[in-house]
């Protein structure tokens, strides 16, 4: 059970941890049999939709503030104390906006691109579990599905950018589907190791995979592997990508196509669009999470009385912080950049780190002193070498610094 | 060949400023500005207004009508009508003076032409209104602000101009002679009659 602590104590922190599943069960508990199934799941969908809502607005403020501060400005600071309550009014702001569509546009398919783009994202925290029990539903393919409903947001900015019959619209729309295809494939094949080694594809059983300790008290992450740990930097970079986020933000490209496809958008729809943005990068961050760093346990043995679902958000929380600072800090890719990141860096780093994972896997059995260390060496090197070698030959004959003018005299 | 230390170079630098923007308030450049304000320099400028000395903006107007600025005004946004007696005789005051600060590009030529030293720029730029028509069209009494006033905005400029009124009538000829100069040639290509719009 949960190590260090009293036994009574133990009762009364498993009750935390447990607090809204039995929560969930007494509630639906009191309902006929024969609704009970249902009710649990729109109760649960009713959870993740607040939950991952109320972080939405306070991630966009968080953000707003977070890059105000890296810019050495003070950020919103105007409604509420410390401008707390921009989020409702901006929400205000959004519902009272006039809903524009276009003369020229395909009127279904621009009113249908923001809802494609927001119900699959919610679809897709179905498989997640965000504490000890607290999936939704416990998929045997949780993973499969999750990148198969991930994949709609390529439809919605494409349906989003083709409908609005706007010449910016469409280049964007045509970016996100070229980058987002391109760093599909990095994404997937990132987790590839996982799943071979945890031999599931629900994340339930992936997170249980990390279950346990090594040494008596540092927990069994993934990340804590050479492949591991490769794997996790990867997975962000596609994740990073995959989420349109800075510095991978080109299908929206402000200072190129002033936002691509969501020029043509604006009030609800447009706000539908955004908020499809962030939870986007809320699940890819859960999946980072569920994958590499353990899911909802804790890193270490003494730290196990802390509620899971507070290691979950806690973990989320600095998956966003990441994310904003990122953004804060790295200029736009360019596009062909962009395409030579993805299938000539990522693609061959995403393979080997496979290779990497299955020898992790077969020298598991070597037993002789300095084992552990000859294997982290091994595996990381397996990464680590072709990562300089790729490195150095992709920049080889580049001039990377301060461009030279040479102006007309 | 960096192989992402530039990323991480980055990165630190940005932690940085976001650290220290918690600590050195001085990294903070922004003024937030309904509630802190900068003080506007010496030759800061919106619109012109009418200046007048003494306590009674109606009497000590210094703007005697002569329509020079009206004249020069690039995009005509002046309109002046002399005050006559009940004899028509002139009274050299404006009985009307309007100026449509929706047309005013703010280029200040009236403040170089006048030879009266009556009209000058003002600073005040927080005149947004919701009526698009009336409340841009500021007539006499919204212009005329006192002598002190004027001190007060420009102290430099304005202590020049005191100590020339102060020299005598005489050296209020020397400023307006240059600028004065090309004012007939303007008037007679504008090709308005003087004192075509006053008439009743
Ligand atoms: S030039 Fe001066 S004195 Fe003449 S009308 Fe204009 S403001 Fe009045
Ligand atoms: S500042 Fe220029 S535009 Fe404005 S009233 Fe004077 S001359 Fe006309």
Known sequence: MIAGVPPSAATMFEALDQLFVSLKHWLVGQLPPAWQSWVSLAISAAAILGVFMTLFALTVLIERKGLGRIQNRYGPNRVGPWGLLQPIADLIKMLTKEDLVPSGADRVVHFVAPVVMVVPVLMAYAVIPIGRNMAAVDFNAGLL????????????????????????????????????ISYELPLILSTLPVVMLAGSLSLVDITDAQAGHSGGWLARWHVFTPWGLAGLLLFTVAATAESNRAPFDLPEGESEIIAGHLVEYSGIKYALFFIGEYLGMFAVSALGITLFLGGWRAPVIWLEWVPSYMWFF?????????????????????????????????????????????????TAPWTFVGAGLARWLLCGSLVGVPYVLLGRRLFAGQHIGPRTYRMAA | MNLGKGILKGLVETARNFVGSYYDPA???????????????????????????????????????????????PPQCIYIVLD????GRPLRRPK??????????????????????????????????????????????????????????????????????????GHAETKAKPAAGPAPAAGTTSGAKPGDSDRP
Request: charged share 20%; net charge neutral.
């Open chain 1, 145 to 180: 599905f999750f990148f198969a409903v991930g994949a709609c947001i390529e439809l919605a900015v494409f349906m989003a950018g083709w409908s609005s019959r706007n010449k910016y619209s469409l280049l964007g729309g045509m970016r996100a589907i070229a980058q987002m």
């Open chain 1, 314 to 362: 806690l973990k989320l929380g600095g998956f966003v912080a990441l994310f904003i600072w990122l953004r804060g800090t790295l200029p736009r890719l360019r596009a062909d950049h962009l395409m030579n990141l993805a299938w000539k860096f990522l693609l061959p780093l995403v393979l080997l780190n496979a290779v990497s994972a299955a020898l992790w896997h077969y």
């Open chain 2, 27 to 73: 990294r903070l450049v922004t003024i937030q500005y309904p509630d802190e304000r900068r003080a506007l320099p010496e030759k800061a400028r919106s619109f012109p207004m009418l200046v007048y000395d003494g306590e009674d903006p109606e009497k000590g107007l210094r703007c005697v009508a002569c329509k020079i600025c009206e004249k020069e005004c």
């Open chain 2, 84 to 87: 006559r007696d009940e004899k």
């Open chain 2, 96 to 169: 009307i003076f309007d100026l449509d600060i929706s047309v005013c590009m703010s280029c200040q030529i009236c403040v170089e032409v006048c030879p009266f030293d009556a009209i000058k720029m003002n600073t005040e730029f927080e005149l947004s209104t919701a009526d698009r028509f009336g409340s841009l069209l500021l007539h006499k009494m919204d212009l005329a602000r006192p002598a002190s006033y004027y001190l007060g905005l420009h102290p430099v400029e304005a202590g020049e101009v005191n100590a020339r009124l102060a020299a005598g009538p």
